[in-house]
């Protein structure tokens, strides 16, 4: 039996008929731009999120992009986040000639450590972001409070995160800004690229809309330079249509997540020391990956691909250690939680529709590789 990390092709099947009306409402109208399904899908995704705005964007690259851009982040500031985080979190602080000050993860749940941020402000941070890594919120209480204290704005990258809960609150909603990715592997999903921007602020909502077309208003007047940064109609037109079964989809990956919860302890993998399970210590971990840590990993990992099942490391070299980002001086050793996660995770099949024969199949794999008897 081959497992696929992710089956697109099995959602499509469920909710074609929806997707399919909507987009070609799209097409009938020929408004490829700015059309009603934008502003119907950023008021979906605003109440969806509990927050007052949202504000549609190409990605959630440029979600992050717009959001610092909104505050005018540039040369000569700083903004703190984690190095064990997909590139896109970074490399637009770097692009807008501001500087990423990393702060080590938590390895209980992958997330920034917030007892270590307080340590990484100066005088120069002018913003924190909070990534909520594979489903699951950062500390958002404990961030917000030293951020509060010390004045910087909170940007959530919530791109993996739609959804998650904590404490009555979803993520994208509590910080300045929530960034969400509507990339095809993310828990909702456009037929494309596209994003959202989050936020309770009317002036900051503002001011992504005037940024995301050139600064624009009216027409041929430009206020700011900004860019093109839209959310395409038909993009719009699939999200809002998705929307409406992203609550049935979180459940069916929960499901999942606890299910291999009950056949790894079966296995013995546990007792033995040779998986560690995620942890989940927030209300509601939306599981975009569910990331195990393992012996001998990267010898899984081909075990399992021969054996039929997708898996993937995310991420297998944290950020501070990247080429490109030698300039700012970090080195091996920097921030050592990261460094180990990205030795150590492996990311299973989580997608809504995985049967229980598959999951089986999953942690069977996994046991044959490490076989009876033999111990970390
Ligand atoms: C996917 C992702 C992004 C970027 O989103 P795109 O839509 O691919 O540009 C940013 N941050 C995190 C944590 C992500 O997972």
């Not at 610092?68 to 896109?88: K, L, Q, R, S």
């Not at 998650?164 to 509590?174: P, Q, V």
């Not at 950020?319 to 490109?324: A, G, I, S, Y």
């Not at 920097?334 to 229980?356: C, H, I, K, M, Q």
Request: aromatic residues 8%; proline residues 5%; hydrophobic residues 40%.
């Amino acid at each position: 039996m081959s497992v696929p990390l992710l089956d697109l092709k099995a959602q499509y099947a469920a909710i074609r008929d929806d997707v399919e009306r909507a987009m070609r409402e799209v097409v009938e109208s020929q408004v490829f731009i700015n059309g009603p399904q934008v502003a119907a899908c950023e008021q979906a995704v605003a109440r969806y999120c509990g927050a007052a705005r949202a504000v549609g964007v190409s990605s959630g690259t440029d979600a992050l992009l717009i959001s610092m851009m909104a505050e005018g982040i540039g040369p000569g500031d700083e903004v703190i986040t984690t190095p064990y985080t997909f590139f896109a979190t970074v490399g637009s602080i770097v692009r807008l000639g501001a500087r990423p000050v990393f702060v080590d993860i938590d390895p209980e749940t992958f997330n920034m450590d917030s007892r270590r941020l307080e340590g990484a402000v100066t005088s120069r941070t002018r913003a924190v972001i909070p990534v909520h890594l594979f489903g699951q919120m950062a500390d958002m209480a404990a961030i917000c409070a030293t951020a509060s204290a010390r004045g910087l704005v909170v940007i959530e990258d919530a791109c993996q995160a739609i959804g998650a809960e904590h404490g009555g609150r979803r993520a994208g909603a509590i910080g300045h800004y929530g960034c969400f990715s509507f990339f095809p592997s993310k828990n909702l999903g456009a037929f494309g690229d596209g994003g959202m921007v989050t936020t309770n602020d009317p002036d900051r909502a503002d001011r992504l809309e005037l940024l995301r077309m050139h600064g624009m208003r009216p027409k041929y007047v430009h206020r700011m330079v900004g860019g093109n940064f839209r959310l395409d109609t038909l993009q719009a037109a699939v999200v809002l249509a998705k929307l409406r079964w992203l609550d049935r989809w979180t459940e069916g990956r929960r499901r999942n997540a606890e299910r291999y919860g009950r056949l790894f302890a079966e296995s013995g993998l546990l007792e033995r020391g040779l998986v560690r399970l995620p942890r989940t210590v927030t209300d509601r971990h939306v599981f975009n990956q569910y990331v195990i840590r393992c012996e001998r990993r990267d010898a899984l990992m081909e075990h399992l691909k021969a054996a039929g099942i997708g898996c993937e490391v995310y991420y297998p070299i944290p950020l501070h250690l990247q080429e490109c980002f030698a300039g700012l001086g970090y080195g091996p050793g920097d921030f050592p939680e990261s460094e180990r996660a990205a030795r150590e995770t492996l990311a299973l099949p989580v997608y809504p529709e995985l049967t229980d024969a598959q999951a089986t199949e999953v942690v069977h794999a996994i046991t044959r590789f490490y076989g009876a008897g033999r111990s970390a």
